[in-house]
């Protein structure tokens, strides 16, 4: 059974930080996501990683990941405060997609 | 373009009601999926399209049921509601081919409580 498990899962940091949210899945998988949803909101896609390798950044954030170690990770670099929001990652494997339980981000000033 | 849409926003239903939850998509996505997302986790796949006329079930398909019978429409339907079926229902639909799609665009939720 495919279980995608994200830690951690509540992260206090400091504006101007570095950290890393990590992605473990535990079968192979096709694809593998990141969402971004802020309190009482929808989710809005962030990145879609398709091979071993991938590596993709937007701004402060940066996704990449190792097929082999099964382990996607979400690095947040220099975080600011409209980095705040929880953060989940989703593994497809034929269709059949199943999410992480969040990562709750809060950023202090 | 409206994106996904869902209706109603809000709903509160008696144990033993039914109801339909409505989604739709004006992007002619061929992939469309129903989710839950309980309290503080993550989210729960109901059912899933990968086009008009193909339906599947997901993670916790028990006490619903879908149809898909046009590109744009995927009604989620209760049957004989239960207060374990209080949570927010989100529809998302995306592109992509079998086996393979692509990011998902999430309509703005349906908040459901079941008493």
């Known amino acids: 059974e495919l279980k995608v498990e994200q830690n951690p899962l509540f992260l206090s940091m400091q504006e101007g930080k570095n950290y890393t949210i990590y992605c473990n899945y535990s079968?192979?998988?096709?694809?593998l996501y990141w969402y971004r949803q802020d309190p009482g909101k929808s989710l809005e896609s962030l990145f879609v990683?398709?091979?071993?390798?991938a590596v993709k950044q937007e701004g402060r954030l940066m996704a990449s990941l190792d097929t082999k170690a099964r382990l996607s990770t979400l690095h947040i670099t220099a975080a600011v405060h409209d980095l705040s929001a929880t953060y989940f990652c989703?593994?497809?494997?034929?269709?059949?997609?199943?999410f992480g339980a969040g990562t709750r981000l809060t950023v202090k000033p | 373009n409206a994106g996904v849409t869902q209706t109603p926003k809000f709903r509160i239903l008696k144990i033993g009601q039914s109801m339909t939850l409505q989604c739709a998509q004006d992007?002619?996505?061929?992939?469309m999926y129903w989710y839950r997302q309980d309290p503080g986790m993550g989210l729960k796949l109901i059912y899933y399209?990968?086009?008009?006329?193909?339906?599947d079930k997901g993670e916790v398909p028990n006490g619903y049921n879908v149809s898909r019978s046009t590109t744009e429409d995927f009604p989620l339907r209760l049957e004989l509601a239960a207060p374990s079926q209080t949570s927010v229902y989100f529809c998302?639909?995306?592109?992509?081919?079998?086996?393979?799609?692509?990011?998902?665009?999430f309509g703005p939720g349906t908040r459901l409580t079941v008493t």
């Open positions: 990683l398709l091979s071993n390798g």
């Open positions: 998302a639909s995306s592109t992509g081919t079998w086996g393979y799609p692509n990011e998902q665009y």
């Open positions: 989703a593994v497809d494997r034929h269709n059949d997609m199943r």
């Open positions: 992007m002619n996505h061929n992939y």
């Open positions: 399209s990968v086009g008009a006329g193909i339906t």
């Open positions: 079968t192979t998988s096709d694809r």
